[in-house]
Structures are given as C-alpha cells and as structure tokens.
T-cell receptor, first 117, second 112 residues
Framework: GAVVSQHPSWVICKSGTSVKIECRSL??????MFWYRQFPKQSLMLMAT?????????EQGVEKDKFLINHASLTLSTLTVTSAHPEDSSFYIC?????????????FGPGTRLTVL | GDSVTQMEGPVTLSEEAFLTINCTYT??????LFWYVQYPGEGLQLLLK?????DKGSNKGFEATYRKETTSFHLEKGSVQVSDSAVYFC???????????FGTGTRLQVFP
C-alpha cells in the first residue's frame, strides 16, 4: 500500500524557536496533503489542506501565520510551527491522497510529537 | 456540526474473544463512515468503510454496518488476536469533501 513518512518522529524545542516537520509520500505522487493535530485523548483535528503548487486552505481557528504549510512538490509537504510556545506541544499527523476524487482514502504518516519547553 | 463519538478505552480482551467497539455519529445528510486502525509506531490505515445506509464494510475479519436509524457504525470481530492490538478510530466524511471527522480513538489490548 501507499506509504507516507514523517520526519522527525519527535522533536523538543525551546519556546520562541521555529520547528519544521516534513511529510513525504514514498511510493506515489500526492496531489493533496493534509495536516492534523491531536491532543491527548482527543480526536485528530484537521488543521489545513494543501494542494501541490498552491496555497494551503486552513480550517477555522488555525493561524496560517503560525503554522506555515508548503507543498512544493508532489511528494513533499512541510509544516513549520513558527515561534513555538508550550501550547503548541502536540502530536502532528500528515496524510496524503494520490488523486482527486470522492474515494476519500487518505494515507497517513506515523506522526510527529512536538514538545515546546 | 458533524461529530463522531466512540467508546473510551482501553478495551482489554483475551485472545479469541469477541470484540465490539461502539461508534455513533451526528451528521447532516448521508455521510460516508470509516474505521481506521493505528498499529504502534505506524500511521493510521483504512480498515473498512461504508458509504450508504445498511452497507456493511468488512476487512481482516472486522465488520461494521452503517445503521442510519441508530446513527451507528459499531466495529465487531468474532475472534481477536494479539496482533489486533492497536488504536481504532471511527470517522465520517460528507459527500464530495476531503474533510475527515474523527472520534477520539479506542485502544484495544489483546492478551494471549
């Protein structure tokens, strides 16, 4: 099946620094990638949807200047958490879809745990 | 808005026991329903899905039936194995949208 990787799997940073998380589709071209955030014992919440070569679409309440998303190629999307603060500590998960349509199947990465001190 | 509610875990079972993980939803119209599974250290994987009322999704011995009258999509398996230990997520998606709405996940632990 389709494989999606994330890097790093975990990261610890100081408050005020920026952190970049990569999401790669390893064996398919991902026209659309999604970024989710998951708090302990809570659902995955969609943060934004990105289509290759265009600006990301952010969900209501997600600060686009805080969470910068770049989808510059068909196999790579990045999420940069700018000026991170302890409240940004969370589990970030990406997913990718290989072609538009109504099948809804998304292939998920293993997630990145961010801890901001 | 649309939402998914699933039972809290962990669910702890002995091998070969019967499994039920409850999932109910609130949504307008006729959403598609999904079960995803996350094995330790891996990403979520689609386990099964159903796109209309009374459809039954099945895969790897797991089944779930789309019950519109009770707005439910309970996951069942007749005989669980240790290898089924994972976190299971129920989710819905409205027609022709990309957005998946997830439940909180239920951890299943199966002991030999």
């Amino acid at each position: 099946g389709a494989v999606v990787s994330q890097h790093p799997s975990w990261v610890i940073c100081k408050s005020g620094t920026s952190v970049k998380i990569e999401c790669r589709s390893l064996d398919f071209q991902a026209t659309t990638m999604f970024w989710y955030r998951q708090f302990p014992k809570q659902s995955l919440m969609l943060m934004a949807t990105s289509n290759e070569g265009s600006k990301a679409t952010y969900e209501q309440g997600v600060e686009k200047d805080k969470f910068l998303i770049n989808h510059a190629s068909l196999t790579l999307s990045t999420l940069t958490v700018t000026s991170a603060h302890p409240e940004d500590s969370s589990f970030y998960i990406c997913s990718a879809r290989d072609r538009p349509g109504t099948s809804h199947e998304q292939f998920f990465g293993p997630g990145t745990r961010l801890t901001v001190l | 808005g649309d939402s998914v509610t699933q039972m809290e875990g962990p669910v702890t079972l002995s091998e070969e026991a019967f499994l039920t993980i409850n999932c109910t939803y609130t949504a307008t119209g006729y959403p598609s329903l999904f079960w995803y599974v996350q094995y330790p250290g891996e990403g979520l994987q689609l386990l099964l899905k159903a796109t209309k009322a009374d459809d039954k999704g099945s895969n790897k011995g797991f089944e779930a039936t789309y019950r519109k009258e009770t707005t439910s999509f309970h996951l069942e398996k007749g005989s669980v194995q240790v290898s089924d230990s994972a976190v299971y997520f129920c989710a819905l998606s409205q027609y022709n949208t990309d957005k998946l709405i997830f439940g909180t996940g239920t951890r299943l632990q199966v002991f030999p």
